[in-house]
């Protein structure tokens, strides 16, 4: 099973073939930017470079990496932070979404937030949260789609998402859930 950090060096692997530049090449061009929020390096390299969303977001996130390392700042993990303690046995799950969704394209971009990690292409199409201890719930973009059986309307779950899988086990992923994401990532 492929493994998120599996695709992003992957792309790092690629960049100089796909946008003309090494990662220690766009590092240099951050650095002379003087930018130092993501958002700002993303539409830097969006608009002044011409690359896409997946890739400003890689050379961004690895940017301010570096930044912090040489900072001597010590690196958080938000993903760690949420399947640590009595969630720590949901992490195989995050592990088989994470690597199953990187797997639609160069341009998934996960974007971890305090409780939840955020799936965006152009524009969000999923999370993945860890809701209780037993349970992981993947919400979905799916706007005008049924709900029905496992795929449930949002709700009060989150505001973001049109829907929510309740996922208790790793055989839960399936081919019927990564369906539903897929077609999210698509309308993204």
């Known amino acids: 099973m492929a493994k998120p950090e599996d695709a992003t060096q992957s792309m790092i692997n690629s960049l100089k073939e796909k946008t003309g530049h090494t990662l220690d090449e766009w590092l240099k061009v951050i650095k002379k930017g003087g930018l130092q929020k993501h958002g700002e390096i993303v539409a830097m390299l969006k608009k002044d470079h011409g690359l896409t969303h997946g890739y400003a977001n890689l050379i961004a996130l690895q940017a301010l990496k ?10 958080e993990d938000p993903v760690a932070a949420q399947y640590a303690d009595a969630k720590a046995a949901l992490r195989p799950i995050y592990d088989k979404l994470a690597a199953a969704v990187a797997k639609f394209g160069p341009d998934v971009d996960f974007s971890p937030k305090k409780a939840y990690v955020s799936l965006r292409r152009k524009k969000q199409f999923g999370i993945i949260q860890p809701s209780t201890a037993t349970r992981v ?29 309740r996922v208790e086990s790793v055989k839960d992923v399936d081919k019927e859930l990564l369906g539903w994401l897929k077609q999210a990532y698509d309308q993204a």
């Open 66 to 75: 570096s930044a912090s390392a040489a900072a001597g700042k010590k690196e």
């Open 137 to 165: 719930d993947v919400g979905i973009n799916l706007k005008g789609a049924p709900a029905e059986g496992r795929l449930e309307a949002s709700g009060s779950f989150n505001e973001m998402v049109s829907h929510r899988v």
